[in-house]
């Protein structure tokens, strides 16, 4: 008798069964990291555009307001490529698309996820008092001694 070579149909129905719940376990867990990784850049680039928002506030092309506003300065607007030409950003981002406003509380920005509608990443802020401006100053406090220390 010669000695068979290859596998049995037992053999390679076990290894096809093995392979199939490795895949079902591995596929999710990858997807998953693949969605936290999107989601972390998110964050970053709303990190960027808080930062960027503020910049251009305290700036000397903002003066006070923020650059989302496009009935203060129709250059700024509230699209990715709006915000990175006037900010001076450079986001790319396939996953999320982001929006941009601002109300009278300050502004808000909101990156919505391409495929998912119901995740989405908001940064907001308020607008900034700077010392000594109109906004911080408090009419009801007197002190005789120091009117610059009321709060």
């Known amino acids: 008798m010669s000695a068979s070579k290859g596998f049995t149909l037992i053999e390679l129905i076990v290894t096809m069964v093995i392979v199939g719940v ?13 969605q936290q990784q999107a989601a972390l850049a998110a964050q ?13 506030y305290l700036g000397p092309t903002g003066s006070g307001t923020y ?5 203060v300065n129709p250059a700024c607007g509230g699209t990715t490529a709006e915000l990175n030409g ?22 808000s920005c909101t990156a919505f ?29 007197t002190h005789p001694a120091n009117p610059n220390s009321c709060p």
Request: proline share 5%; hydrophobic share 35%; charged share 10%.
């Open 113 to 141: 996820n391409n495929t998912d509608i119901h995740f989405k990443l908001v940064v907001t802020n308020t607008p900034l008092v700077l010392p000594g401006s109109a906004a911080a100053h408090n009419p009801s406090c």
């Open 22 to 34: 490795l895949a079902t376990i591995a596929i999710p867990t990858y997807e998953n990291s693949l």
């Open 67 to 71: 650059c989302i506003n496009s009935g």
């Open 44 to 56: 970053n680039n709303l990190i960027a555009i808080y930062n960027g928002e503020k910049s251009y």
């Open 86 to 107: 006037s900010l001076g950003l450079n986001i790319v981002d396939n996953n999320f698309y982001y929006q941009c406003a601002t109300d009278a509380s300050g502004f």
